[in-house]
């Protein structure tokens, strides 16, 4: 990789750290703070937030007929959800394990924080739930299989492509037959778990 590439993928990372702090002192100002992965409110904050809820009748009379329509379509995409998340598990605890790639931590993407919210319903906390799970796995599949792809072909493709992986970046350029052949032993050594030490 150029210096020029080197430079701006640290000025990014930079900047996404700059952006951290910026939204860790949001919630301060919002009321809420997270200790570990626990989601704190004052009690002025929860007492406001119930006053902002909408009764359940209330919130289904605003919603569209198209909405109600096509809710079970979207409630039935749990099964395949379900299935790749447990396949995903499969997968990793097989393959990662046979080729010592650190394992990625499910719980890092899929997150159940939003029921805290008393301004929502329990209908609106149910889907908070439902969404969180669905983007939750498929970024957890992102990473699993970026992990992958990082494994067995670390090479960026000729064309751009929209909204890579964030592993992509570090990868051979395309066309680098000399450096993918000197390379990818470090690539597969980035992935691998430390050592167990037995005691």
Same mark, same amino acid.
């Given at each position: 990789?150029?210096?020029?590439?080197?430079?701006?993928?640290?000025?990014?990372?930079?900047?996404?750290?700059?952006?951290?702090?910026?939204?860790?002192?949001?919630?301060?100002?919002?009321?809420?703070?997270?200790?570990?992965?626990?989601?704190?409110?004052?009690?002025?904050?929860?007492?406001?937030?119930?006053?902002?809820?909408?009764?359940?009748?209330?919130?289904?009379?605003?919603?569209?007929?198209?909405?109600?329509?096509?809710?079970?379509?979207?409630? $039935?995409?749990?099964?395949?959800?379900?299935?790749?998340?447990?396949?995903?598990?499969?997968?990793?605890?097989?393959?990662?394990?046979?080729?010592?790639?650190?394992?990625?931590?499910?719980? %890092?993407?899929?997150?159940?924080?939003?029921?805290?919210?008393?301004?929502?319903?329990?209908?609106?906390?149910?889907?908070?739930?439902?969404?969180?799970?669905?983007?939750?796995?498929?970024?957890?599949?992102?990473?699993?299989?970026?992990?992958?792809?990082?494994?067995?072909?670390?090479?960026?493709?000729?064309?751009?492509?929209? %909204?890579?992986?964030?592993?992509?970046?570090?990868?051979?350029?395309?066309? %680098?037959?000399?450096?993918?052949? $000197?390379?990818?032993? %470090?690539?597969?050594?980035?992935?691998?778990?430390?050592?167990?030490?037995?005691?």
């Amino acid at each position: 990789m150029n210096q020029r590439i080197a430079d701006i993928l640290q000025r990014i990372q930079s900047l996404e750290n700059e952006l951290e702090t910026e939204l860790q002192s949001s919630r301060v100002l919002r009321g809420f703070s997270i200790k570990g992965k626990r989601v704190e409110f004052d009690r002025g904050t929860r007492k406001e937030h119930r006053t902002w809820r909408v009764g359940l009748l209330p919130f289904l009379r605003g919603t569209t007929f198209t909405s109600l329509l096509t809710a079970p379509l979207i409630y $039935s995409m749990i099964v395949p959800l379900t299935l790749l998340d447990a396949c995903l598990n499969v997968y990793q605890q097989i393959y990662f394990r046979a080729l010592r790639i650190a394992r990625v931590p499910r719980s %890092d993407y899929i997150i159940f924080d939003r029921q805290h919210l008393a301004y929502l319903n329990g209908l609106e906390a149910f889907n908070c739930l439902y969404c969180g799970y669905a983007n939750g796995v498929i970024a957890y599949a992102r990473e699993i299989a970026a992990r992958t792809e990082q494994y067995w072909c670390p090479i960026k493709h000729a064309l751009r492509i929209r %909204d890579p992986h964030n592993r992509y970046q570090q990868f051979l350029q395309y066309g %680098d037959a000399e450096g993918y052949r $000197s390379k990818l032993a %470090d690539y597969r050594k980035q992935l691998q778990e430390p050592p167990t030490t037995t005691s």
